[in-house]
């Protein structure tokens, strides 16, 4: 028994530790991934800043920076899963899965790889704070990496329960750009949810981005010079992100467990 144990954890370790080397030898894919939170924060935010009103105490760009940090954990732990698929097209899935491990191991080695590699860039977009002129300790920064890890392993398990299902990395990325977009809008990276009428805001509190949002700018800028605290109060953030996390884990061994 616990032989079987030390192996499982060995295997989800080399999973893990193979995505992560991955991104790390792939810099065009690190650098790739600024692009979308440097337009959030260097264009919208710079560009509809002089415009906006200040929201609960800090100015447009402050309020867009954790939104874009969250948006880029979230896409790029999403879109780390597409490593699935190609594991599947060049035989390398099969080998793992024919091997005397529990696939509960494969799938929490994948999922753990994906929050990892989001971990990683998230760390980077971190590193644009200053342009915002938002103060970060490293006390901050490790709560928020923290924040981002536990983004990581949900949107991750979202991810590859995606390309669990699919065969084709042109479906999965397909899928995932039908599902991410709205998710993105709908989520409060970009503008305050009040604003939105009842049947939209009721959409965003289904929404998974938004529980991650909420609790990372909540962390962001509750501190922050002039912030008022109470405007970043929210239902639900990360209790709400851990039972969908629960939830994308099952469908994650359900599609696992019936596919070869």
Known sequence: MADAVLRDLSVLAM????????????PVRALGGLVQPALFVLVLGYGLNPVVDRIGGVDFRQFVFPGAVAVSVATTALFAAATTVRDRESGFLRQVLVAPVARSAIVAGKVAGAAGVAVLQGALVLALAPLVDLPLTLGLAAKVLAAAAAVGLV?????????????????????????LFPMVFLSGALFPLDLLPNWLALLSR???????????????LESAPGADPA?????????VLVALGGLFAVGCMWEATRRD
């Open 15 to 26: 999973l893990a530790r193979r995505e992560v080397l991955r991104f790390l030898r792939s």
């Open 155 to 179: 949107m991750g398990a979202l991810g590859f329960w995606v390309a669990a299902a699919v065969r084709r990395l042109e479906g999965f990325q397909g899928i995932v750009q039908f599902v």
């Open 206 to 220: 289904l929404n998974p981005l938004t529980h991650a949002v909420l609790p990372m700018r909540r962390l962001m």
């Open 231 to 239: 405007a970043f109060t929210s239902a639900g953030g990360f209790l």
